[in-house]
């Protein structure tokens, strides 16, 4: 069965950066993630490349290979920003939103259609904002830890760190 390769034009640069990245911030190899696509490992290069087919469904397939966000990498490409995909690859920020976002309308239908468009900006703009503090606190608490240290720490003990604040910041919430 042919598929129709996604038109991403000038994109395509920046997704194939995209692609690299993640197959080499996952350690994997392109043979590797051809084995795991079920596909020959010139036909993965092409695509890894972009002068192969760049559809849906093989982007999809690399998302689950490498456990990164599909919507990430489309986006990335669209937003003209290779990192959008790398940054999102663990937090899988935008498959995150999307699947909500397929759960609304779902659920809502043909409704979505009268929601005003300052109500969803206005709201998505609080969520964005909220994501925002959240980001910032840790940035304003890193920095803190960085300036008082004594000696230094590997990064597993930084995200140990960051794993028991959060949890005593959850913690003192639920008392509340």
């Known amino acids: 069965m042919k598929h129709s390769s996604i038109e991403i034009d000038a994109g395509?640069?920046?997704l194939t950066q995209s692609l690299r990245a993640i197959r080499k911030k996952r350690g994997m190899t392109a043979s590797?993630?051809?084995a795991a696509l079920?596909?020959?490992l010139r036909t993965y290069q092409e695509f890894e490349s972009g002068r192969g087919p760049l559809t849906h469904e093989r982007l999809f397939a690399f998302a689950e290979a490498?456990?990164?966000d599909p919507y990430a990498l489309l986006l990335g490409a669209i937003f003209a920003q290779a990192d959008l995909a790398i940054d999102c690859a663990d937090t899988k920020f935008c498959m995150i939103m999307m699947i909500y976002f397929e759960e609304f309308a779902r659920e809502r239908c043909g409704d979505i259609a009268y929601l005003d468009p300052p109500n969803l900006a206005g709201g998505f703009d609080r969520l964005f904002k909220d994501f925002g503090v959240l980001l910032d606190d840790r940035e304003r608490f890193l920095q803190n830890w960085l300036a008082n240290r004594t000696g230094s720490i590997g990064l597993a003990a930084l995200r140990q760190r960051m794993v028991n604040r959060r949890e005593r910041k959850a913690g003192k919430t639920r008392k509340e």
């Open 12 to 14: 395509a640069r920046i």
């Open 32 to 34: 590797d993630i051809a």
């Open 38 to 40: 079920e596909m020959p």
């Open 66 to 68: 490498t456990d990164s």
